[in-house]
Structure formats: structure tokens, C-alpha cells
């Protein structure tokens, strides 16, 4: 799949260029699927976000709110009851997922209960957008301060990049520099902090940091292009 990994969706003209790049056509062309399922395992979300998320309210015009052709809601609790035959012809069918956040241990079991991760190497030509624990849910690992879902096992989650994501950089105070940089030390391993107005584009294992705010690369993975 072809990769945007954002913080707080598509903030700026950068982002948005690096998603039309990706999408290969304009976003009113294109055909959105949402997903709010990260939502359900957050004590903050709820009935009312999700609505606004799939109503793409004001708080969502830079992600549910783009002007799509088209948008969709993929609810992942649902899928393991009607059948691969009827939900995965309507992911084939989708330009874009729209991936939004909540608790990303939480999103990563139902996207291997659902059996979505194990389509996701066939979508050659789907863009995955995701915000905050949905772009985290594609890392290898999220953090011990970020499992907060009782029924997670440890911090692990998909890997389908070889990087993590601190996100919401200075947007909270528990998301600091300072917080960020233990949480990476922690880590030991590759991974990114990254701020709302930042967004990390991959592409055939390229990477590339799109931004018009503030990020930090940690540990030892190659240097990535910038836009």
C-alpha cells in the first residue's frame, strides 16, 4: 500500500500535495472508506466523535472532510460476521482508507480479527491515511505509554513500517519533546515524533517527511527525503 502517516490529518498544502501525489488523481475524484473502529477503544471517543468523524464535521474537514467523491464507513468490529465476500470487494473498490485515531492496540486487533491486515499487502493501488493511532497501528511497536486498552498484550502492533510514531507532538502536554525523546529511548529502536502539521509519506519502503511544523527522527534508520 502506499503510506500517509499523519498526526492530525491533512493540515496543510504539503500534505495535501503529498496525498493528491499519492492518490494519483484529485481528492474529488477519488473514493474514501472510513474507518472509525480506533475510536471505540478510547475512554475520550464515543458515539458523538464518531458521528462528527463520519458526518466529517468541521473537526474532520482535514481528513473525513476533504471533499471525497464518495465516503464510506468501514466499521472492523462488523466484518468477522458478514463474510470476506461482502466487505472486501468494498475495500478493492476504495481509492482510500481513512484510518482515524483512538487506541491503536485496540485497532490493531480488529484489523487482524476482521482480517484486513491480511489483505493489506494485496492493495497495491489503495492509500492508506492514517491520524495519530491509525498511522501507529502500522509500526512495529507503539510504546508501553501508549497501550492503554486492558486487553492489549504488549506494545506491538502491525510492522508494516520499520519505524515508530510519537504523535501529537506539543499539541498535548504529555506529548513534549522531553516525553518524546523517553518514550524513543525506550524504544531503542527507528522512529519519528511528529507534530499536527507533519506527515510521514511511504512508498515501496521510501520514506519521506512532509512538513510545514516540527518533527524528530530517532535511532539509526536511513535519513529520510524531505518535502
Request: aromatic fraction near 8%; charged fraction near 15%.
Amino acid at each position: 500500500m502506499k503510506l500517509l502517516l499523519t498526526s492530525g490529518g491533512v493540515t496543510n498544502p504539503s500534505i495535501h500535495a503529498a496525498l493528491v501525489q499519492l492518490l494519483g488523481k484529485p481528492v474529488a475524484e477519488c473514493h474514501a472508506l472510513v474507518i472509525p473502529t480506533a475510536q471505540w477503544g478510547h475512554p475520550m471517543c464515543g458515539p458523538a466523535s464518531v458521528r462528527g468523524l463520519v458526518a466529517a464535521e468541521p473537526t474532520w474537514q482535514n481528513f473525513s472532510g476533504l471533499g471525497w467523491a464518495s465516503l464510506g464507513v468501514l466499521e472492523l468490529t462488523a466484518l468477522p460476521s458478514i463474510g470476506a465476500e461482502r466487505w472486501v470487494p468494498w475495500v478493492r473498490d476504495a481509492d482510500v482508507l481513512l484510518v482515524d485515531g483512538g487506541d491503536a492496540s485496540y485497532l490493531c486487533h480488529w484489523m487482524r480479527e476482521s482480517g484486513l491486515a491480511d489483505l493489506l499487502p494485496s492493495l497495491n493501488d489503495t492509500v492508506w491515511v492514517g491520524v495519530s493511532a491509525g498511522s501507529m497501528v502500522m509500526t512495529p511497536r507503539i510504546g508501553a505509554s501508549f497501550v492503554a486498552w486492558p486487553t492489549a498484550a504488549d506494545d506491538r502492533t502491525l510492522g508494516v513500517v520499520d519505524f515508530s510514531i510519537f504523535p501529537h507532538l506539543d499539541a498535548f502536554p504529555g506529548n513534549s519533546q522531553a516525553a518524546a525523546e523517553r518514550w524513543a529511548a525506550d524504544l531503542g529502536a527507528p522512529a519519528y515524533a511528529i507534530d499536527e502539521q507533519t506527515a510521514i509519506s511511504v512508498v515501496d519502503g521510501s520514506v519521506e517527511v512532509v512538513s510545514e511544523g516540527r518533527w524528530t527522527k530517532f535511532g539509526s534508520e536511513p535519513e529520510p527525503v524531505l518535502r
